[in-house]
């Protein structure tokens, strides 16, 4: 009679192990929120690996890898069934080719690991942080990038939070690994030392916030967020653009000479410049009578290209306006990091004829620079990103000055329906807040739309799948966090650091021989 502890079974128990420890991790990020979740399931991954071959390893990454994506990331399926016009299960289909390929970078993490351990033997597990930055790296830039479900978002409200104006959220991913290895070597040393080294990260956590540069001025901005609630099936619609207009106009009015600033989500305005300058011409004369200024996502097309954009009407400086619009005015962002598929098809000759998932509208744009001056709106200047871009601390980061006053992001999740991807996002763009130290605007078509101070915490936030105003007043904020002076330096530092421990482990013991 087979039993489940008979050796045939145990690879089957193991991947299975892996599986579940992955797809645990959906939890410990929004909307569920249970951070104290990621460091047991990585001390239970290491412990699973720590006696594998490389081979086994990479096979514990990928099941790993699988059930981490495949859970986190199912809300994509929501889009994908209800714009993408496939069959249910070729959309599943599409779903799991991009789980299994997200699913080789853990895989390879792991593989590389053991594969170390034939010189460096136990003490190769500290190359692990090192390895594991490089192949999340991998995964945020090979084929445009996806850097989605990064462990660091995790962490967002809990104390390891805290690291992120120093380290950003891959140093919050580092600090995680670093403890949990200390604590693998303790339950295969029982040295106390290491429950001390283990313990000392997150106490250090308490003691960060004391150190922090920012320091608010005094100044503040009064912002109104408008979310429009349109529904996604007929935003394209040209019967709808006149409507959709209507709504967020009629939302605004009652509030312009109470705000400084009036933020639109992400292609608010269906009609395209420079189709509609005569009604964007109104509506900055409109706003600049009453000293406000209105930021609104359209798509700009010039010179046969189409750009996602960022446009400010109204008051640009303190006092006055000095750049009145008109198209092609130099006081608009154009997205940068497109979203494959939804903003752009490679190969798209051979691609777009399959279904209509690959054929959507408004999937052609033209990438905008990845550097761009701050947007200007009633004085203050901020650092935008469209949508998927906020994945991307590099880029944020890059834009950021030494007079940026927030950062604004504009986002449509209608896509995603009720599910928790939305919630998700969020989370990533909060955690830009906590990174650069600059207060967070973020517009949505049905939400969340929310305001976020410096510390990364919602000052309001917007009911979804609603039509609402949300309005409160952000402080300005002065002081240079670590991480946006100096990036991710400091993590490939640290890194390296623990990547001689296992180095000199190797000498001292070829030295005892």
Request: net charge neutral; charged share 15%.
């Amino acid at each position: 009679m087979l039993t489940l502890t008979r050796p045939r079974w145990q690879p089957l128990i193991h991947r299975l192990t892996a599986l579940l420890l992955g797809a645990s991790l959906v939890f410990s990020y929004a909307p569920f929120n249970q951070a104290w979740l990621t460091i047991p399931v990585l001390v239970l991954l290491l412990a699973l690996t720590r006696r594998s071959s490389p081979r086994q390893a990479a096979q514990t990454g990928y099941f790993f890898g699988f059930g981490w994506f495949s859970a986190g990331l199912s809300w994509i399926y929501v889009s994908i069934d209800s714009f993408g016009g496939l069959h249910p299960i070729l959309s599943v289909a599409v779903l799991i080719v991009l789980f299994l390929y997200l699913s080789l970078f853990p895989a390879l993490a792991l593989w590389l690991w053991r594969r170390s351990s034939r010189w460096f033997a136990d003490a190769a597990i500290w190359l692990l942080p090192l390895i594991w930055l490089g192949t999340e790296s991998l995964r945020g830039w090979l084929l445009t990038g996806f850097p989605w479900l990064e462990l660091g978002y995790t962490q967002t409200d809990s104390a390891l939070g805290n690291y992120a104006p120093w380290l950003g959220g891959a140093g919050i991913t580092l600090v995680m690994l670093m403890v949990s290895i200390t604590l693998i070597r303790w339950l295969q040393t029982r040295k106390a030392y290491f429950l001390v080294v283990a313990a000392a990260p997150l106490l250090l956590t308490f003691v960060l916030p004391l150190l922090s540069p920012l320091e608010r001025t005094g100044e503040s901005a009064r912002v109104l967020l408008v979310q429009g609630n349109i529904s996604q099936s007929v935003k394209w619609n040209p019967d709808q653009h006149w409507p959709t207009l209507m709504r967020y106009l009629n939302l605004s009015r009652p509030y312009y000479e109470q705000h400084d600033i009036i933020v639109w989500p992400e292609s608010a305005v269906t009609m395209p410049e420079p189709f509609t300058d005569d009604v964007l011409s109104d509506m900055h004369e409109h706003a600049a009578a009453t000293e406000t200024a209105l930021i609104t996502g359209i798509i700009d097309y010039q010179n046969d290209n189409y750009y996602n954009s960022l446009i400010v009407l109204g008051q640009d400086a303190e006092d006055q306006v000095e750049q009145p619009y008109h198209h092609g005015h130099g006081n608009r962002y154009r997205k940068h990091h497109l979203l494959p598929i939804g903003e752009f098809v490679p190969f798209e000759d051979f691609i777009r004829p399959l279904a209509p998932l690959f054929d959507l509208p408004m999937s052609s744009f033209s990438r905008g620079s990845f550097r761009q001056p701050n947007l200007n709106a009633r004085g203050f200047r901020l650092n935008a990103a469209i949508c998927y871009e906020i994945l991307f601390p590099a880029q944020v980061r890059a834009n950021l000055q030494q007079d940026t006053d927030f950062i604004l992001t504009v986002s449509n999740d209608t896509w995603f329906g009720r599910s928790h991807g939305p919630a998700q996002h969020m989370q990533i763009a909060r955690m830009r807040a906590l990174e650069l130290g600059r207060p967070l605007i973020r517009a949505t078509n049905s939400g969340i739309s929310a305001l976020v101070d410096e510390r990364g915490q919602q000052v309001q936030t917007a009911p979804q799948f609603t039509a609402a105003t949300l309005s409160a007043d952000l402080a300005v904020v002065n002081g240079t966090t670590g991480f946006s002076r100096w990036g991710s330096s400091l993590n490939w530092l640290l890194a390296i650091f623990l990547g001689f421990i296992p180095i000199f482990s190797m000498v001292k013991r070829r030295q005892n021989k």
